[in-house]
């Protein structure tokens, strides 16, 4: 599935694998002037392809390594010659990208090695001029593209949902809220996330999502003090566990959020 949504000069390029005609999860990726930002997942991979055909596009990014931000870099490199920039640290990880979990090649597809050059500190789109910053937690390669006359964030994985409650086991909750505040003092106006979408009156959300799992890491350290096991404590403050937990086989979990939590102090 592929719709795209003009946001003004910015149009978000919304995709999913399909299953029996129902999304299964989604992602955003934007093109902004001449630039791309992302290439979805490697299941949408051939309709993006087709998209891309229609647009004047000169270069794509990609803000970290992970499938659904990368997984049409390969095809639209082949296809339309098109050159593909990624975070220093997400290169010699997208090299020799094929070995991914069970649960997310179900969810967003096989990857295909690839290997892109290097996102310098400043993109040009247009008349636009973003300035690339790291902004690790979520993955530790993770760039977020920043138009300051615009106030413009295009966060990648930064901010997600306000709510997050599952978190993957190599998530770093702690480097999250540490970059979300650093992402605060930027005082951007919109985010445009790569789940949520666009995202107006950006600092408000960011705030709300820090006091969100703030909240939780008390509470969670509060009953971590009484005796309470890990376990208990995830089961009380989120919840049962859900089904994705299953199917990840632990990989991504509510658990992961509270160990992420508990392990380093605010
Ligand atoms: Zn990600």
Redesign the pocket.
């Known amino acids: 599935m592929l719709r795209q949504v003009s946001h003004g000069p910015v149009t978000r390029i919304h995709m999913a694998r399909t299953a029996f005609g129902r999304p299964l999860f989604t992602v955003n990726a934007y093109l902004v002037a001449d630039v791309l930002v992302d290439t979805g997942c490697p299941a949408t991979a051939r309709e993006l392809l087709e998209w891309c055909r229609r647009q004047s596009i000169r270069l794509v990014v990609n803000t970290?390594h992970?499938e659904?931000?990368s997984g049409a870099n390969a095809l639209l490199n082949r296809e339309l010659g098109l050159p593909i920039q990624a975070p220093a640290r997400s290169v010699p990880i997208l090299a020799e990208f094929d070995h991914i979990p069970l649960y997310r090649r179900v969810v967003w597809g096989r990857p295909t090695p690839f290997t892109p050059g290097r996102l310098p500190d400043l993109v040009e789109a247009g008349p636009y001029r973003f300035e690339c910053i790291a902004f690790p937690g979520?993955?530790e390669d993770l760039v977020c593209l920043w138009e300051p006359t615009e106030g413009w964030l295009f966060a990648?994985?930064l901010f997600i949902r306000e709510r997050v409650r599952y978190l993957r086991a190599d998530e770093d909750a702690c480097g999250v809220i540490a970059s979300l505040r650093r992402a605060l003092e930027l005082q951007p106006r919109v985010l445009f996330c790569a789940h949520a979408g666009m995202v107006v009156d950006a600092c408000a959300a960011i705030e709300r999502k820090i006091a969100y799992w703030e909240r939780i890491a008390d509470r969670a350290r509060a009953l971590q003090a009484e005796g309470h096991p890990e376990r208990e404590i995830t089961r009380r403050l989120l919840g049962p566990e859900g089904w994705m937990t299953t199917v990840s086989l632990g990989e991504f979990s509510k658990g992961n959020l509270i160990r992420s939590l508990l392990r380093s102090g605010r």
Do not use: A, I, R, Y
């Open positions: 970290h992970h659904d931000h979520h993955s990648g994985d």
